[in-house]
């Protein structure tokens, strides 16, 4: 387990390393992609869904067992629900208002951007409250909702 946590400790600095080399812990290099100045984030977001889509397919066609485990790496489809559009909508206003996406976040910490701790903050607390929101049992919340009068 410790060699796991290890390894995840080392992928993570190789990640946001990566990120900094890439510009995607400036500031304002999201406000150039926000206001169509600069297409450089633009081009770092699209070289790492190419390469996430290369990697995907790989993995599928050759059936690969993950590292750790030895377990066959598999990918579930998930259905579309409404309350997905809020969501992404409220991650694009954060986004667009910190300068900053949750992934970069963090190697903005690891650079010094003391800066970035509320919205590290706003990070966890939202995950939290996220967590706490799907973890309440769907019979609990439909009973929490008023009748619907199309019965």
Request: net charge positive; with cysteine; hydrophobic share 55%.
């Amino acid at each position: 387990m410790l060699i796991n946590n290890l390894v995840f400790l080392l992928l993570g600095a190789v990640f946001g390393l990566l990120l900094s080399l890439a510009g995607a812990t400036t500031f304002d290099f999201y406000a150039k992609l926000f206001l169509f100045k600069d297409p450089q984030l633009a081009q770092v977001i699209a070289s790492a869904v190419l390469v996430s889509a290369v990697g995907i397919w790989l993995i599928r066609r050759f059936r690969v067992q993950a590292l750790m485990t030895g377990e066959p790496i598999q990918f579930e489809s998930k259905p579309m629900q409404k309350h997905l559009v809020l969501g992404s909508l409220l991650f694009g206003m954060g986004w667009g208002l910190t300068g900053s996406c949750p992934g970069s976040a963090p190697a903005m910490l690891g650079e010094g951007k003391l800066i970035i701790l509320p919205v590290l903050m706003g990070v966890l607390a939202g995950t939290w409250l996220y967590g706490r929101w799907v973890s309440v049992p769907r019979k609990a919340m439909a009973e929490s909702r008023p009748a619907s009068s199309m019965g």
